[in-house]
Every structure is written in C-alpha cells, then in structure tokens.
C-alpha cells in the first residue's frame, strides 16, 4: 500500500495544496510515477479496490483512469494478451462500479476501455468480445449508463482523427470502424429500447435520453445508418425520437446536432425534412422567436441552414415547403441577438443557394429560378441592412469605444461574399436601386444607420458594378457628400465619423464615376480634408484621397484643387495621421504635383508642402544629439518622429515627378530647387550624432534614393560627397543597410561613368571592409543580419552591371572576396538572402562568360575575363559546395531555378577554359574534382546510401550538356531553355525534391 498511498497524498497536493511550489512538486511526481510499470497495477487497484478505502476519494480515481487511457494510447499496442484481458476484465468491473457516477470517472474509464480494445491487434474480432461481455453489466439496472457511455465513446476512437490514436496505424482503425458498424443493429435496438424503458423513475428520464442522443450522434458520425436500407432512414423509430427530442429544451441542442450531421450524411434525408417545414417553423421556430430564446433559434438556424447546403436543388424547385423554409431562414437572419451569430450562421445557405442557381446550365430552369428567388433575395437585402446596421445598443458601445462591436465586424467581414452574391444574381442596376433608394440629401429625412451600412455595402460590391462597365447614376452619394460637409446634422458624433469613414471607403471605390466633370472634383476633395482629421474616417479618406487623384487626371486642371491639396500637405504634420495614412496623403498631393506642368506654379508649390518638413528637419538640428533636449526622452522623441515624417514626406513627393518632369532642363527646374533647398539640411543630418536613430538613418536614405532618381545626372556635383558620407555613416553604425541602399541608386545612375570608377571602387572597398560585412563568414552569421546581405549584394550586382570593365578589374580583388561571401551567403535560411547571393554570383559568372562569347573581345573584357577565370579557380569548389547546402532543406525547392543557372555558367567558365592557359586549374577535370570532393564530403546523414556514387556522373554529364548550349542561351537572352539546361535543372530539382528534410549548417572562410 506505500505506493497508492503516495499516490494519494500526491494529487491531494496537487489539487488542494496553497503553496504553487509543493504543487509543482506533486505534479513532477506523478508525471514520474505515470511513466513506471509499476502505474499499470497500481492504477488498477485503486480503480477495482472494493470496498473503497477512505484514501480513495474522487481525485484519486479519477487520476487514476486517466493515467490507465494515457499509458493505453501510448503503451496498448504492445500489452501481452494475458495482461490485456485481465486489464479489460478490471476496467469493465470499474465502468459498472461508476455506472451510477460521477460520469466524468465514468467517461474516463470508457476511454481507457475503448482504447484498449482499439489496440487488442492479436484478437480478430475485439468489438465481439466486448460486446459479449457488456451482458452481465446490462443485468444490473444502472448498468445502461455504463453501456451508454462505452457506447459513446467507441466510435469517437475512429471518428477523431488526433494524436492518442498515432500508436494505430489507418488500416487497423478501418477494421475496427468495420467491426463496429458490423453490430449496427444491435446497438440501434438497445438505444431504441432505452428510449421506451418505463422503469426509470421520470425525472432521470431527460438525462438518460441526453445520453442515448449523445451515443446516437456518435454512432450516425461513424455511418451507423449507411449500414441499413437507404429508404428506411427516414421512417427509423430512433428519428421520431430525435425529433420529439426537439420539443424537450434539456434534449434540444443534442437533437439539432444528431439532424445536422444526418442531414450531411444522407441525400434523402433532406427531403424529409424539407416537408416538415411548416412543422419546424410553427411547432419550434415561431415559438422560440416569440420566447426570445436565442439556443432555440440558433439551433434550427444551423439545421435549416444545413438542410439547404445539402441538397440545393430542392429548394431552388421553388416548392411551397422551400418558400417556407427560406421565410423562416429570413427571420433568422433578422432576429436581433446580441452577438450576430444567428444571422451569420445562415450566410453560407444563401451563398450556396446563389452559387447553385448561377450555375445552372439549363437556361429556362435558370430563368425560373431567378424569377422565383430574385425577390427573395431583395427581401433578405432589405433585412441585411437592418441586421448589419449600427444598432441603438451598437451605437452606445461604439460611442464608448469609437469602433464597432467585436461580433458586427465578424458579421460584416462574413457579409461580403453574400452581398457580391447578391449583387450578381440580381443584377448591379437592382441592387444600386435597393441602396440608393430613398432621400439621402435633408437630415429629417436620413437615418443615419442605414446610410452607413448601405455605404458599407456598396463599397463591398464596387468590384461587380465596376466590371460591367457601364455608367450608373451616383449622384445621390454626390448629394450626400455635399449635405455632410454643409449641413449641421443632428446625430451624435461617433455615428456621423463611422458614416463619414464608409462615405469614403465608397469614394475611393467610385472615384471615377463620382467625379464625372471637374465641377465634382472640389466638394469630394473637400470631404476628403475633412474626414482626413477625423481619427475614425482617417485611413479611408486619405486612401481615397490617394486613388481620386490617381485615376481622376483632371483633378491638376484646376488651381482650386490644387491650392485645396497643398492646404492639406502644409497642414499635414498637425493632423496626428499614422505613417500609412500620411504616406497616402502625400501620395496624392505627389501624384497631382506631377501632372503640374507650369514650373513657376510647381516650384510654388513644392516650397508651400515642403516648408513644414524643412522646419521639422530643422528643429532636430538644433538639439544636441547627446544633451540638452535629448535627456527629455519625450520632447526629443516628438521632435525626431516629426523630422522622420518630414524626410519621408520629401521622398514620396519627389518620387512622384522625375517621369512627369524628365524634359524640365532649366537651371531653376523644381527637382534642383528642392536639392537645394534641402541638401545643406540633409548633409548636417548625415553627420549628426542623430543618425544613430534606425528610423531616422532609412528615412534619410530613403529621401537621398528619391533625390538622385529625381535630380539624375543634375546630382553629379554631390555625388562624392554623399558616397563618403553614407560610407562612414555604415561603417560607424553596425549592421545598418540603409546606407547602402541610396549608394546603390547612385550606381545606377552614375556607374557607367569610367571617370567615377574609383569613387565606386573606394564606396565598395568601404562596405566590404566594415566590421559587419568582414565578420559575416557563415551562414548562421548571414541569417542574423539579412537585410544587411541583402542591401551589400544587391550594391555588388549594381557594380558588376553598371561599370565599365576596366573598373571591374580594377576592384578584382574586392569581388573575388564578395564572390567567397556570396558562396556562404547563398545557404542561408533567410530566403531573400540566399537569393541575393546566389543572384550575384550568377550575374559575376554571365558577366565574364557573355565576354567569351562575343564576337570582337576588347582588351577590357579580355581583362575582365582573365579576372572571372581567376576567382572561378579560387573558389569554383566553394561555388559548388555553396549550391549543394542551398539545395538541402525546406526551402531549397525556392533556389533551384538559380542554382541551376549557377551550375550552368560555371560549367561554361570551365569548358571555354579548355582552350587556354587556365585549363590545369579551370578546365574539365577541375571541374570533376571538384565536384567529387563536395559530394564526397558531404556528410553522411545528408546523402542516402549509394546516393554520391549515382550522383557524380549524372550532374556531370548533366553540367557538360548545359554547358554546350550556353552560347545559344546567351545569343537569345534566355537561361535553361536548351535540352542540356532543362536537364540540368530536372536533376538539380530532383535533388531538392528529396532533400527537403535535411537541415544542414554550412561553415565558414
């Protein structure tokens, strides 16, 4: 007894104790305890011990079943068959022992009893024996219950597809599925006659019931009634019960579930309840609504719902049974429970009602059936607005909250498909009348809930009404606008902002057909700066601020709506937007800016919206970066933000003019005023202590990217002075690309200038030699900074394309370690890492063999070339090396197609090297080496058995194919279109396909 009795005082602990530190102590234990053999016996004496010890309290059992199911779901399979029948024999005593209660003890036995005869593998026919051993429990009275319970639980061994059944393979589950349903109708006779047993006293009845729905619903989700006639499911004794069960609150919910899953088990079962309609709607739906009682409602709401899922074909006939089922559907949707979810349960009804009759290819059944269901679906309309309207008890949450509730946002995100459902199959002109009907334009006469979700639902169908092309009268949303921004409403604020939000979102939707003529342009802008400043309608204002001025190209033909623009941009750092909205803003002011083209009115202009960002910028000068204002955590970060915004500012709105303004060629074009406006600003930023702020150092980066793609060749004169300033700025700011980013913009701008050659060799000297570049020799190291990779490969390709040969030999040696990098980087795990490594590698290795193949090799490329043969032969073993890691692991299936490019151009490296001195080191049979050496170095666990021996002469002849046809490929712009290359690429996809799993870790310099 020493055993037990630990047992016992440890779930006491465990359970009752008040210090978490001896609880945590029992629980260690046990979690032992349960692992010991020594559980198996002890377990079952505690559960069997008759009579009762007084140690042996409810906890105690109750533990002690689980720990038999747990260490029978991991352990059962491997039981001995003598120690399997005792412990069955032992667990069938207990479940007539507990048969009387508590049931959760009673459910937990079960389990263990069902899982045990689940893994009985040496019995032929476990289920059989069960059941021939459930007679005696059935003799004693009670016992029903313990059957009833076991009998629920046994099907739910197979039903549920989840971890404790991992130890059973899928056949064994079908066998044992087959085995059970084999015993259908005995099972169905005993539920049958515990439905009519008259000796259980009247108010245990209900309960014992709920039990025969609850074994019932598991055996239907087996297939219980696939295993008899088809044509006698519906006429079945236990289905009268379920449906008197209806009429029974305690018994209801258990009923509706038992229905629905018979409904989406059985094609005739719809039908039948189909007639029942009238039934269902005046016995139980009617009741239940004039009760109020929400279970009830939702309840037949999802069986009502399912029934016409299952089989839409009955009701798209248009029977007097369909008409009342959707009417009583209808009434669903509109009854007004707190939380949405009636109405919403009924959405996936309606949708494949629609989905059904759209796809009917018999046009007159078609026809008919929109006639018939057309109205129906106006109707559900009109009770959809009611449903998703801001109710009077919406209205005082949101008036607390300044949002709508939790439940009507799921409702409404719900909506949209049935509403562009609806849209379709009445036709958009039907359904604009069915939104827009009504006087919009008086405050007496608008309700202002049903405005707002009309919004709502106009904007969620735009996508529809815009595809048919067609010119539809929107003036009333015109007439709205106009009575919003000039007319005093009398409602309260929230309500009005949440319509104003909505009002905008539909703006942005219909920007084109709103704004038919400029005179429409002004009062929309107008709305637009309004809603702006309200926090509700902010985002979706200046989104539709943003596709207005995009899509509406006369909105730059009046001053107006300029002037109206810039009032906004000047006042643009005082609204308290999000930088997503801001962005937004000034996207739209930009994108207006660039059809201007007076240049005297745009350089107006660009000094009016920029002033505030050159103030802002400003006003961070003029704090000290290590004292003063900074120690005043708050005020200084106020003034930082506000200069990060500026600078953003500044580069979205020069972003926005190079295409529009390319031929200003004057000295005092607007781009090169506002370089002159800014740069001395720009160029004591650089060099501030400030700098040292992350978001301030990519907002500056960002804005200098925009100024050179802006100024073009005009930037010129500043180039050398910003190259050095973001070189020193990256390097004595660790780990931070943004630098590197607007040096890569310059290079595309600038690198074909020979003369600038060594501005662009010392700007790449600078990156590669940074403390964070020289120490990032592995590819955990690359995975820890791959914005940094990404932004240093992405300069190196630049260099590689932009420049003239001769400066790319004179940087020979800054490649030749760029290369190694790139062979290490190229295994990371970060995925736009490995790619921009790998990318680089293949451009160096087209760059030095398109020479080879160009007719006329001038003394630079034939530098050039001398060079790529050099760096090939230094590193061709670790180019190969690097592909083989890119290409193990779960995302190596997203490398393939430039590994293959890879292998491709360096087997054409090496086969144009046969012809010179560089075939000892370069040629073929450097190749095989080194091919070899990878594969055979590889370890172990990475390759399968024989798997190097096969390998190394498929990838060669694969490699020598594709590098025989390289030079067509290279004639036509075109990579692994040759036989040679698809070859390649097939193998090279084979592999990755197979070494998916693997998860390697590649070294170092």
């Not at 089989?311 to 009583?328: K, N, R, V």
């Not at 002109?429 to 106009?458: H, P």
């Not at 003019?657 to 390319?662: E, F, R, S, T, Y």
Request: hydrophobic letters at 45%; glycine letters at 4%; aromatic letters at 8%.
């Amino acid at each position: 007894m020493e055993i037990p009795m630990h047992v016992a005082q440890a779930v006491q602990v465990l359970n009752h104790d008040s210090l978490s530190c001896n609880r945590v102590a029992a629980n260690q234990w046990l979690v032992q305890f349960q692992h010991s053999d020594a559980a198996w016996d002890v377990a079952t004496n505690i559960l069997t011990f008759d009579p009762p010890h007084h140690i042996y309290g409810y906890e105690l059992h109750l533990f002690a079943a689980q720990v038999l199911k747990r260490k029978i779901q991991s352990e059962g399979v491997a039981l001995k068959a003598e120690f399997r029948s005792a412990l069955q024999a032992a667990l069938l005593v207990s479940a007539k022992k507990y048969s009387t209660g508590p049931p959760q003890l009673l459910t937990q036995v079960c389990l263990a009893l069902s899982a045990l005869v689940l893994r009985a593998v040496e019995l032929k026919k476990p289920v059989e024996k069960l059941f021939a051993s459930l007679s005696e429990i059935q003799g004693h009275g009670v016992g029903s219950h313990a059957i009833l319970e076991l009998l629920t639980v046994l099907p739910e061994e197979v039903i549920e597809e989840n971890i404790v059944n991992a130890t059973v393979n899928s056949e064994r589950r079908w066998h044992f599925t087959q085995e059970l349903l084999s015993h259908t109708g005995i099972v169905l006779e005993f539920l049958l006659k515990q439905t009519k047993d008259e000796v259980t006293p009247k108010p245990e009845v209900q309960e014992k019931h709920k039990k025969v729905l609850r074994s019932l619903l598991s055996w239907v989700r087996v297939g219980c009634f696939l295993e008899i006639p088809q044509n006698t499911v519906a006429s079945h004794p236990l289905l009268g019960f379920v449906f008197s069960s209806l009429q029974a609150p305690a018994l209801f919910d258990m009923a509706i579930e038992v229905l629905v899953e018979l409904v989406s088990r059985h094609e005739a079962l719809p039908q039948v309840l189909v007639l029942r309609m009238q039934w269902f709607k005046e016995a139980l739906l009617l009741p239940a609504i004039e009760n109020k009682n929400d279970r009830a409602i939702s309840g037949l709401a999802c069986l009502l719902a399912e029934i016409g899922q299952a089989a839409p074909m009955l009701i798209t006939a248009g029977s007097h049974e369909a008409f009342i089922l959707t009417d009583a559907l209808l009434r669903c949707v509109a009854y007004p429970d707190h939380d949405w979810e009636i109405a919403d349960s009924t959405l996936n009804f309606w949708c494949a009602i629609v989905e059904f009759i759209l796809a009917l290819n018999n046009e007159v059944e078609k026809k008919n059936a929109l006639a018939a269901f057309t109205p129906v679906y106006a109707l559900l309309l009109d009770t959809l607005f009611l449903r998703a309207k801001v109710s009077e008890d919406s209205a005082k949450e949101l008036n607390e909250t300044g949002s709508l509730p939790d439940g009507l946002i799921r409702f409404r995100r719900n909506l949209e498909e049935l509403l562009t459902d609806i849209c379709y199959l009445i036709g958009p002109t039907t359904f604009l009348a069915k939104v827009l009907n009504g006087s919009w334009t008086t405050d007496s006469e608008i309700c202002w809930e049903i405005v707002e979700v009309r919004l709502f639902a106009l904007n969620t169908v735009a996508e529809v009404i815009l595809e048919y092309e067609q010119q539809f009268d929107l003036s009333i949303i015109m007439q709205l606008i106009r009575a919003m921004h000039t007319t005093q409403i009398n409602v309260t604020p929230t309500l009005l902002h949440l319509v104003h939000k909505s009002a905008a979102e539909v703006v942005g939707s219909f920007s084109k057909l709103l704004c038919l003529n400029s005179t429409e342009v002004l009062p929309v802008l107008s709305f637009l700066a309004s809603g702006i400043q309200i926090p509700a309608a902010a985002s979706s204002s200046a989104i539709a601020l943003r596709k207005l001025c995009e899509e509406v190209p006369f909105v730059a033909n009046d001053s107006s709506n300029l002037e109206g623009l810039l009032w906004i941009g000047q006042g643009l750092h005082k609204m308290g937007l999000t930088l997503r909205e801001e962005e937004d803003v000034v996207s739209a002011i930009g994108t207006v800016l660039a059809l201007t083209s007076n240049e005297e009115v745009l350089n107006v202009s660009l000094k009016r919206v920029l002033e505030p960002s050159y103030k802002a910028i400003e006003a961070l000068l003029k704090t000290d970066g290590k004292g003063s204002l900074r120690q005043h955590s708050a005020s200084y970060s106020t003034t930082l933000e506000a200069s990060v915004r500026a600078l953003t500012r500044l580069g979205l709105i020069l972003s926005h003019l190079p295409v529009a303004n390319k031929s200003c060629q004057s000295v005092e074009s607007p781009v090169l005023n506002v370089l002159r406006y800014f740069w001395p600003l720009l160029e004591r930023v650089l060099a501030s202590e400030h700098m040292e702020n992350s978001n301030l150092a990519a907002a500056v980066c960002r804005a200098l990217s925009f100024i050179i793609q802006a100024s073009g060749q005009k930037f010129f004169a500043l180039l050398s002075e910003v190259m050095g300033a973001l070189c020193r700025n990256f390097v004595a700011v660790h780990s931070n690309e943004y630098y590197i980013r607007p040096a890569a913009v310059a290079l595309e701008e600038f690198g074909h200038k020979e003369e600038l050659g060594p501005l662009f060799i010392r700007t790449l000297s600078a990156f590669t030699e940074a403390e964070v570049i020289a120490a990032m020799n592995s590819s955990y190291a690359c995975d820890q900074e791959p914005d940094v990779v990404e932004a240093y490969m992405g300069f190196t390709s630049a260099f590689l394309r932009c420049c003239p040969k001769n400066v790319l030999v004179a940087a020979g040696s800054l490649l030749e370690t760029s290369f190694k990098k790139a062979t290490i980087w190229c295994t990371a795990m970060h995925r736009g890492a490995a790619l921009s490594a790998m990318s680089f590698m293949s451009r160096f290795l087209e760059a030095g063999a398109s020479c080879l193949v160009t007719s006329g090799i001038t003394v630079q490329e034939l530098s050039f070339v001398d060079l790529c043969f050099k760096i090939c032969a230094e590193c061709g073993e670790s180019a190969i090396c690097g592909v083989f890691y890119a290409l193990l692991g779960v995302s190596a299936m997203t490398r393939v197609h430039k590994a293959s490019i890879i292998l491709q151009q360096l087997s054409a490296v090496c086969h144009f090297s046969e012809n010179t001195t560089w075939k000892p080191r370069l040629g073929w049979g450097a190749l095989q080496a080194w091919l070899a050496n990878v594969v055979q170095n590889l370890p172990a666990e990475y390759l399968r058995p024989g798997e190097a021996e096969q390998l190394i002469p498929s990838w060669l002849k694969a490699m020598a194919a594709a590098s025989s046809d390289y030079y067509s490929q290279v004639a036509s712009g075109r990579h692994m279109q040759g036989d040679g290359g698809r070859s390649l690429k097939r193998i090279v996809r084979e592999f990755a396909d197979v070494h998916r799993h693997t998860a390697p870790s590649f070294g170092s310099i």
